[in-house]
């Protein structure tokens, strides 16, 4: 079992930056590959990024690449995403995730409670 909480999330305008902390607990967080996901209002759930358990590898969804980071410090067990150049259409609910496996990462079995960012015009 891993438990995720996030933080880091609230208000900004547009252009600005922001950057989202996951803290895990549970089973030894260095081998699990870690994910983060949004919802906007009214529409699914969709992948932002993803990383592997040393960080030797990254994915990001093609409308935050250039602009997102995803990163992880193993030993105080916490991921992050440090979001840059933020537009309105970023606003949504964002989840960090986890799972075992790399290649199950985008259906992750573990999943933080979420935290809003709001991105004004």
């Known amino acids: 079992q891993v438990q995720l909480v996030e933080s880091g999330g609230g208000l900004v305008q547009a252009g600005g930056s922001l950057r989202l902390s996951c803290a895990a607990s549970?089973?030894?967080?260095?081998?699990?590959?870690l994910g983060w996901f949004r919802q906007a209002p009214g529409k699914e759930r969709n992948f932002v990024a993803t990383?592997?358990?040393?960080?030797?590898?990254?994915d990001y969804a093609d409308s935050v690449k250039g602009r997102f980071t995803i990163s992880r410090d193993n030993a105080k067990k916490t991921v992050y995403l440090q979001m840059n150049s933020l537009k309105p259409e970023d606003t949504a609910v964002y989840y960090c995730a986890a799972d075992e496996l790399y290649r199950r990462v985008l259906s992750p079995a573990y999943w933080g409670q979420g935290t809003q960012v709001t991105v004004s015009s």
């Open positions: 990383i592997s358990w040393n960080g030797a590898r990254t």
């Open positions: 549970g089973r030894p967080f260095a081998t699990y590959a």
